[in-house]
């Protein structure tokens, strides 16, 4: 299969971002430029998101196998052990890749996969008719965002502060929820999933982070005793599901305190 997209920028230590199920790199972008100024950011769109591919047709597109996809991409630009940030499935992702590969630190921001059994109901069915809306209503809606009050109404769920995102993320949210290819089949392989560590668990620092508005990951969806030992939770305030347009100075000082963490610990804390 072809490479996955990605955008590269900045210096420093590697830091990568993973998005969610129905989003691209592009969801990333308020964050990115202040990034930028301390580490090597890569921004990618996992496989049948974005401008990636889907997985062949004979794999499973599962968390697990979209962090192998992850590892090979890492692997031919030669980043070794990178501060991982993924937000939602990008999260649940993180912690698969975790698993495979060195990684320096992770930031789980409102990360799936926290729950006990299969996939809640209701994180389902918000995420089929968002996908359903989008397929069918992608013009009149990318249309819509482009004005404050149409901002609050259509991303109301996943955003806080629907007024600060910009008129072009937003419709580039929409598109991207109606255009993934992989969307259907991705969601079909996470529903009889959840993340549970290791036997032996990760040994890196982990910050997983909720935004105080996240309406679309419950209590129920929030299970963190299933993370490695040692895990800090943050709130987000004011911020949804998906937070980086919410607060991105937030969001950014969330990623460089975990990566600082890393930095300290590799170097014998």
């Excluded at 072009?168 to 993934?180: E, I, P, T």
């Excluded at 982070?209 to 005793?225: K, N, P, Q, T």
Aim: charged residues 15%; neutral net charge.
């Amino acid at each position: 299969m072809a490479g996955l997209a990605f955008h590269r920028t900045g210096n420093g230590p590697p830091l990568v971002l993973l998005h969610g199920i129905g989003s691209s790199r592009q969801v990333w972008s308020p964050v990115v430029d202040v990034l930028a100024e301390q580490f090597d950011v890569i921004a990618v769109d996992l496989p049948g998101f974005g401008e990636s591919p889907p997985l062949p047709a004979e794999v499973e597109p599962d968390p697990a196998a979209l962090a192998d996809a992850v590892a090979t991409l890492l692997d031919s630009l030669g980043i070794a052990s990178p501060t991982v940030a993924g937000n939602s499935l990008g999260g649940w992702v993180a912690l698969e890749l975790a698993e495979v590969r060195p990684t320096a630190a992770l930031v789980l921001i409102s990360p799936a996969g926290l729950w006990p059994g299969r996939t809640p109901l209701y994180n389902r069915l918000s995420l089929q008719a968002t996908r359903w809306l989008a397929t069918r209503w992608a013009k009149p809606l990318s249309r819509l965002v482009s004005h404050r009050a149409g901002r609050a109404v259509v991303l109301r769920q996943i955003v806080g502060r629907p007024a600060r995102i910009s008129p072009g993320l937003a419709r580039s949210m929409v598109w991207d929820m109606a255009m993934s290819p992989g969307f259907d089949a991705t969601l079909e392989a996470t529903l009889d999933r959840h993340y549970l560590a290791g036997w032996a668990g990760l040994r890196v620092p982990i910050t997983v982070a909720f935004g105080s508005r996240d309406l679309l990951l419950r209590r129920g969806s929030r299970h963190v005793e299933q993370l490695p030992a040692g895990a800090w939770l943050e709130t987000l305030p004011g911020c949804g599901h998906v937070p980086m347009g919410d607060d991105p100075q937030a969001v950014a000082a969330l990623m460089t305190a975990t990566a600082s963490r890393g930095t300290v610990r590799a170097g014998g804390w």
